[in-house]
């Protein structure tokens, strides 16, 4: 299989929800991790106060992007449930909804070009309406002279499996970024594919045992968002059989991704 070319310009963005002790470490760890493999350092800082400025924010990311662009790296970490984050108590976007703004038909600019989305966030623990949905359901179709499908060349990396608890240390950060530190930092990774690097590092979250016991928090809160749609919230005292400790990595990449 081919290789992508990052001999361009290597774009990152850092999405970090408030209201998430401990987080703060992770983003140090993501900005390391982005340094050493040539990606920019500096974050874009996105105030989750409304829907709104989340989505105006990020599409003037996209927007800026010029087409001396190579990849994308995005990292996002906030509460959520499955298949969406949460904005404030009464406000949540689709992830969906972010991935197509960086899809073929919205970002000219990084068609035929990887995009690696990395989700820290819960994935709808018992809070389940009476139709179950999941993460999928991507469309497809002609958008260029190419004939190049909506989605392609993306990979998302979600912190855990459909339902779900993400956990977080509030004096340590996430042990997905905690491992992925550990792994993507190491002299090795320029001669690895990206997928094998997450290979890794799932392999190390299943050795960990890490829960509430441990002083760690889950990234999942019931909002009346909850009540509204008639959804079971999460017991926060009953939740460790709901923790997850494996990736769920989907997978459209066209060539192999090295860093």
Do not use: W
């Not at 140090?28 to 040539?38: A, D, G, S, Y």
């Not at 927007?63 to 662009?69: A, H, K, M, R, T």
């Not at 179950?132 to 912190?159: F, H, I, N, Q, W």
């Not at 079971?232 to 991704?257: A, F």
């Amino acid at each position: 299989m081919d290789r992508y070319d990052l001999s361009g310009r290597r774009a990152a963005l850092i999405m970090c929800g408030g209201g998430r002790p401990g987080s703060e470490y992770d983003v140090e760890r993501i900005k390391e991790l982005c340094k050493q493999n040539k990606f920019p350092e500096s974050s874009y800082s996105v105030e989750c106060k409304t829907k709104k400025d989340v989505t105006d924010a990020l599409k003037s990311f996209r927007n800026n992007l010029s087409e001396d662009v190579s990849c994308l790296a995005m990292f996002i970490m906030a509460h959520g449930g499955l298949g969406h984050i949460e904005v404030n108590d009464e406000e949540i976007l689709d992830l969906e909804d972010i991935y197509k703004m960086f899809n073929n038909s919205q970002c000219p600019a990084l068609r035929e070009k990887p995009k690696l989305f990395v989700v820290q966030a819960c994935r709808g623990v018992k809070e389940r309406p009476k139709d179950l949905y999941t993460d999928g359901g991507r469309s497809s179709g002609a958008v260029s002279k190419k004939l190049l499908p909506t989605e392609s060349d993306s990979m998302e990396v979600y912190a855990v499996p459909p339902g779900k608890l993400a956990i977080r240390h509030p004096d340590r950060g996430c042990p997905l970024f905690e491992e992925m530190h550990k792994v993507f930092t190491k002299d090795s990774v320029a001669t690895r594919d990206v997928y094998e690097l997450f290979t890794e590092v799932n392999q190390r979250l299943g050795q960990r045992k890490d829960g509430r016991k441990d002083g760690y928090e889950h990234d999942f809160k019931p909002t009346s968002r909850v009540i509204k749609r008639n959804l079971q919230p999460v017991d926060p005292d009953d939740s460790s059989d709901d923790i997850g400790h494996s990736l769920h990595i989907v997978n459209n990449l066209t060539k192999m991704l090295y860093l």
